[in-house]
C-alpha cells in the first residue's frame, strides 16, 4: 500500500529549470505490490493505460486478421467459423475493453483530479476496485476466447446469441463485470467533480475535458445498468432457458435489441465525449489562444449526453419498428449533429488568428477534426431513414461508425497521449518520428476505412465470408491501409517506450498549457498539490510565457 | 472486506480505512472536512442507487411489454402466487425498513446498543423474507411452474404430494371468486392434455414471419376444436421477429374479451359458467414465470448483499466504530436497504394483484 504522505512537503511546486522533485508518484514507493494496491489516482491511471493499449493491441490482431482474410474473395487464411469469431472479438475487444475504459479510465483519472486542483477522486478503493473489475471482465473474455471464441457479434443479438454453441456466457459475463467497472468509474468522477473542487474552481472555470468526463460519467452511470441487465437475461437464457428473449419460448428478440442499444447508443458517445474534451484541451493550448465560446462547447457535452439517451431506435430501422417511431428517432438522430457541430466549429474559430503550433498532439487533433467530420456527415445519411434502409448493415455502416470511434475516439486518445505523455512519465519523445508515425496512420486510417464506405455504398454487405470478385480492389486496397495504419502504431509504441529510458527530462509545462495540469511537477507528486492552486480561467493563455533558457512554459501565478 | 461488500456501499467502502490522524480518525487525507466527506459519500450512494433503478428498469420494461402484448398470460400466471405469502414478505419488509430507519437514528444519536438491536432486528426480518421467499420458490419448483424451457406444470401432482398444505394453490389465492378459473387449473388441467404439451397437434401458423421464429404452432386454439383460431394477418417485417408470439385468438364470444386492451383476446381465461373442457391456460404461460423468477430473483439478490452489508455493520458496531460523528456507513446501507425494500413494493402488486 502506498503511503500517500510521503512526498508531501518536499517540493511540490518547483521553480523553473530546477531538477525534478526528488519523489513523485513513480518513484515514491518500489515493487509490483505498491502498484497492485495503490489508491493513487494516477497509478491507477497508468495502469489503465497499460491495461487498455493492451486490448488495443489484442483487438487489434483480429482486426488485421480480418483484412487479410479479405485480401481475396473466398478463403485466404482462415475458415468461415474462425472469420466470424475474429470479427466478433474484434468488435468486443475494441468496444467493451479498449475504448469505452480507454480516455475515461486512462485519461480521466490521471489528470481529472489535478486539471481539479483535488488531491485524489472522491473513492480511491473504489476506483482500484473498478480496476479490478476491469481485469476481471478481461480475464472473462480470454476465457471465452480459449473456451471457442463468440460469433455472434459484438451486439449479441438473440436469437442467434442463445443458440449459437460459441462461448457466449464468458463474454457476456466480462462484459456484465466490464459494466460495473465502468459504472463505478462513473459514479466516482460525478461525486469528485461535485464535491472535490477546491475554493476558486467554479463550473464555468473547469477544463472543457473536465466537462467532457462529466457528461461522459452521466451517460455511464445511467445507461451501463441497462446493459448489465440485457447480458443478464442474456446469460440466464442461455443458461437455464428463461424464455424472454427466446422467440421459441414466447420471448421477443426485438426486445433484445431495444435493450442493447438503449445501452449501447449511449455507449457511443462515452466513446467520443471524452475524445471531443481531449480535442477542446489541445486545440486551445496548441493555438495559444483562449477558446471559442466556451460556455457553448461545454453545454454542447450535456445537450450530448441528454439526446444520445433518445435516438437508440436508430439502429433498428430495419427491425421491425413502425415508421412513426421511425421518424421520430430520425428527426432526434439528426438533432444530435447540432451540438457536434458546434464543437467543430468552436475548435475552428479558436483556431482562427491563434498562434497555432503544430507538435505531433495538434496533428492528431486536426486529423480528428477531419475524419469526425466525415464520420459524423456520414451519420446524417445514416439517420435518415430511407437510405438507411439501403445502407444498414453493409460496409457503410463499418466506415461510418470506425470514422467515429476509430478516426475520432483513437485519434484523440492518440492526441492525449502524445499531450500528457510528459506529464504522466516526465519524458519527451522524438518529435521528428511521431510526425512519421502520425503521417502514417492518417494515410492508412483513411485508405481503409474510406475505400469501406464505396464499398458499402455499391452493396458490399458486413461481416461476409465470401464476396463477389468485383469487390476485390476496394478489399485490397483497404486491407493494404491496415497494415499501414498497424505499421504507424507500432512505430508509436516504439518511440514511446523508448523515451521513457532514453527521452529528453519534460519540464513542467512543454506546450504552454494554462489548466493546472501544468502548474505541477513532470511527474506530479503524490498528492499533486502541496497547497490549493489559485484557480482562474482554463484558457487565459496570457498568464503563460515561454521562459527560453529552460525550454518550458511557465505559469505567472507560480513565477512570482 | 470483500468485494461484495464493497459493491454493495461503495462510497462507505472509501470512507473507512485510509486513515489520517489530523482531525477524526475516519477522514481521509484527500478530503477537506468531515462534512465534504459524508456528502461525497451520500451524492456517490445516491448515484449507486440510480444505477439500481435502472437494472431494474430493464425488466419492469420486460414486464410492461409483455403484460401489455400478452395481459392473458400474466392474469393465468399470478393465480399461482400467494397473496398470504407475498403480502407477508411486504409487511416484513416495510418492517425491516422500519428498524433500519431506527438504526440509522441511533447511530446518530451515538446509542450504539440500540444502533445493535436495529441492525439485528433488519437482519431477522430479511431472514424472514428469505425464508418465505424460500417457501414460494419451492411450491413454484415442484409445480413445475418454472421460466422457458423448464416449464412443465404438473399441478394435480403437486397438489397432492403437498396434501393440504397447498397454501398457495389458485382456489386458496382467490377465496372469494370461488371458481371456474381456479376449479379448472386445479382439477382439469391434466385432462386438456394438447396445452400441456405444446409441441403436439402442430399447426403451424402461415404467418410470413420468418422461418426459425415460427416454430410454436397456435396450440391454444388447435386444442379448441369448436373454436378454430382467427385467420392469421400475416405480419412480415414490420413485426417480424415478434411474429412467433402472434397470439391464437379464441371466438369472439368470450364474455370476458373486455380484458383484451392491447387487441390481444385473452386465451386462457374461461368464460364465467362455461365448460371445465375449456382450456385454462394461455399459450407461452411460461413468460410469466421466467419474468416473475428473473424479476424476484434479482431482488432477492439485492436482499442477500443487504444482509451482507448490515452484518458487517454489526461488526463494525460493536468494534465501536461509529460516532455522531462519523455514522456514514451506517447511514449508506440505510439507503441501500430501502431501495431494495422500495423494489418489492413495487413488484408485490405488479406481480401478486394482477386483476
Known amino acids: ?147 471457442g471464441g463468440v460469433d455472434t457479434g459484438w451486439t449479441f443479438y438473440a436469437p442467434y446469441s442463445t443458440s449459437t454453441s460459441t462461448s457466449v456466457i464468458p463474454m457476456a459475463m466480462g462484459v456484465f463485470i466490464l459494466g460495473f467497472s465502468s459504472i463505478f468509474t462513473g459514479l466516482n468522477f460525478i461525486v469528485t467533480i461535485h464535491k472535490l473542487r477546491p475554493p476558486g474552481m467554479t463550473w464555468f472555470r473547469m477544463p472543457l475535458f473536465l466537462w467532457a468526463i462529466y457528461g461522459t460519467a452521466i451517460l455511464q452511470v445511467l445507461a451501463t445498468p441497462v446493459l448489465g441487465i440485457t447480458v443478464a437475461l442474456l446469460m440466464v437464457e442461455r443458461a437455464f432457458g428463461v424464455g424472454i428473449f427466446d422467440p421459441a419460448l414466447g420471448g421477443d428478440p426485438v426486445l433484445f435489441q431495444h435493450f442493447f442499444w438503449f445501452y449501447s447508443h449511449p455507449a457511443v458517445y462515452i466513446m467520443i465525449l471524452p475524445a471531443m474534451g481531449i480535442i477542446s484541451e489541445l486545440v486551445a493550448t496548441f493555438s495559444h489562444k483562449h477558446i471559442f465560446s466556451y460556455k457553448f462547447i461545454a453545454f454542447s457535452s450535456i445537450a450530448i449526453a441528454i439526446l444520445s439517451f433518445l435516438v437508440w431506435g436508430h439502429h433498428m430501422f430495419t427491425s421491425g419498428q413502425s415508421a412513426l417511431l421511425g421518424m421520430i428517432f430520425s428527426f432526434i438522430t439528426m438533432l444530435v449533429a447540432v451540438p457536434s457541430a458546434i464543437k467543430v466549429f468552436n475548435w475552428i474559430t479558436t483556431m482562427y488568428k491563434g498562434s497555432v503550433d503544430l507538435k505531433t498532439p495538434m496533428w492528431y487533433a486536426l486529423i480528428f477534426i477531419w475524419v469526425f467530420s466525415i464520420g459524423g456527415l456520414t451519420g446524417v445519411f445514416l439517420g435518415a431513414m430511407s437510405i438507411d434502409v439501403h445502407l444498414h448493415d453493409t460496409y457503410f455502416v463499418v466506415a461510418h461508425f470506425h470514422y467515429v470511434m476509430f478516426g475520432g475516439t483513437v485519434m484523440a486518445l492518440l492526441g492525449g497521449l502524445h499531450y500528457w505523455w510528459p506529464k504522466m512519465f516526465g519524458r519527451m ?94 511527474p506530479p507528486p503524490v498528492e499533486n498539490f502541496a497547497t490549493p492552486p489559485t484557480v482562474g480561467d482554463p484558457y487565459d493563455f496570457h498568464q503563460v510565457e515561454y521562459d527560453p533558457e529552460s525550454g518550458s512554459w511557465r505559469h505567472k501565478a507560480i513565477a512570482t | 472486506m470483500t468485494t461484495a461488500e464493497t459493491a454493495a456501499a461503495p462510497p462507505a467502502a472509501s470512507a473507512h480505512g485510509h486513515a489520517h490522524g489530523e482531525h477524526s480518525p ?72 422500519l428498524t433500519m430507519a431506527w438504526a440509522v437514528r441511533c447511530a446518530q444519536l451515538g446509542q450504539t446498543r440500540n444502533v445493535i438491536i ?74 386438456s392434455n394438447p396445452v400441456t404439451h405444446p409441441a403436439k397437434g402442430e399447426t403451424t401458423v ?150
Open chain 2, 118 to 191: 436495529g441492525l439485528v432486528l433488519t437482519l431477522m426480518c430479511a431472514c424472514g423474507f428469505m425464508g418465505i421467499k424460500y417457501v414460494e420458490y419451492s411450491h413454484k419448483i415442484h409445480m413445475g411452474l418454472m421460466w422457458g424451457t423448464n416449464f412443465d406444470p404438473h399441478l394435480e401432482h403437486g397438489a397432492h404430494s403437498q396434501g393440504g398444505a397447498v397454501a398457495h394453490a389458485p382456489a386458496a389465492a382467490h377465496p372469494l371468486e370461488a371458481t371456474p378459473p381456479a376449479e379448472v387449473s386445479t382439477t382439469k388441467l391434466p385432462t
Open chain 2, 206 to 355: 402461415a404467418a410470413a414471419a420468418p422461418a426459425t421464429l415460427v416454430n410454436e404452432p397456435a396450440t391454444s386454439a388447435t386444442a379448441k376444436p369448436g373454436q378454430p383460431p382467427h385467420a392469421e394477418t400475416p405480419v412480415a417485417g414490420a413485426k417480424a421477429a415478434s411474429g412467433a408470439v402472434v397470439p391464437a385468438t379464441t371466438a369472439a364470444t368470450d364474455s370476458r374479451t373486455t380484458l383484451a386492451d392491447a387487441g390481444v383476446a385473452p386465451v386462457g381465461l374461461a368464460p364465467p359458467g362455461a365448460q371445465a373442457h375449456e382450456v385454462p391456460r394461455p399459450k407461452n404461460a411460461q413468460i410469466f414465470f421466467g419474468i416473475y423468477f428473473a424479476m424476484t430473483g434479482l431482488h432477492g439478490f439485492h436482499v442477500l448483499a443487504g444482509m451482507i452489508a448490515i452484518t458487517w455493520l454489526l461488526i463494525r458496531t460493536k468494534r465501536g466504530d461509529f460516532s455522531p460523528e462519523y455514522f456514514t456507513p451506517v447511514d449508506l446501507v440505510g439507503l441501500y436497504w430501502h431501495i431494495v425494500d422500495l423494489i418489492w413494493i413495487f413488484l408485490f402488486p405488479l406481480l401478486y394483484l394482477i386483476d
Open chain 1, 1 to 147: 500500500m502506498t503511503s500517500p504522505h510521503a512526498a508531501v512537503g518536499t517540493k511540490p511546486v518547483r521553480e523553473i529549470g530546477a531538477p525534478p522533485a526528488e519523489l513523485n508518484y513513480l518513484n515514491v514507493t518500489h515493487g509490483i505490490r505498491s502498484w497492485l494496491l495503490t489508491l493513487d489516482h494516477k497509478r491507477i491511471g497508468v495502469m489503465y493505460l497499460v491495461s487498455t493499449l493492451s486490448a488495443f493491441l489484442l483487438g487489434g490482431i483480429f482486426a488485421l486478421l480480418v483484412r487479410t482474410e479479405h485480401l481475396t474473395a473466398g478463403k485466404t487464411i482462415m475458415g468461415a467459423d474462425f472469420y466470424n469469431q475474429s470479427f466478433t472479438l474484434h468488435g468486443a475487444i475494441m468496444v467493451f475493453l479498449f475504448i469505452i475504459p480507454s480516455i475515461p479510465a486512462a485519461f480521466g483519472n490521471f489528470v481529472l483530479p489535478i486539471m481539479l486542483g483535488a488531491k485524489d477522486v472522491a473513492f480511491p478503493r473504489l476506483n482500484l476496485m473498478s480496476y479490478y473489475l476491469w481485469v476481471t471482465g478481461a480475464l472473462c473474455a480470454v476465457i471465452s476466447i480459449a473456451t
Open chain 1, 429 to 522: 519523445y522524438n518529435e521528428r518520428i511521431s510526425r512519421v508515425a502520425t503521417t502514417l496512420v492518417f494515410i492508412g486510417f483513411n485508405l481503409t476505412f474510406f475505400t469501406q464506405f464505396i464499398m458499402g455504398s455499391r452493396g458490399m454487405p458486413r461481416r461476409y465470408f465470401y464476396y463477389p470478385e468485383v469487390y476485390t480492389p476496394w478489399h485490397v486496397a483497404s486491407t493494404i491501409g491496415s497494415y499501414i495504419m498497424a505499421s504507424g502504431f507500432f512505430l508509436t509504441a516504439g518511440y514511446m517506450i523508448h523515451s521513457l529510458f532514453k527521452g529528453k527530462k519534460a519540464p513542467m509545462n512543454p506546450w504552454g498549457g494554462a489548466t493546472l495540469e501544468w502548474r505541477c511537477a513532470s
Open chain 2, 26 to 97: 475516519h477522514l481521509a487525507h484527500h478530503f477537506d472536512t468531515p462534512e465534504q466527506q459524508f456528502d461525497s459519500g451520500k451524492l456517490g450512494m445516491w448515484l449507486f442507487l440510480a444505477t439500481e433503478v435502472l437494472l431494474f428498469g430493464g425488466l419492469f420494461c420486460a414486464y410492461t411489454v409483455y403484460r401489455a402484448m400478452h395481459p392473458e398470460i400474466f392474469h393465468w400466471g399470478h393465480q399461482f402466487l400467494d397473496v398470504k405469502l407475498g403480502g407477508t414478505n411486504t409487511i416484513v419488509l416495510i418492517c425491516s425498513s
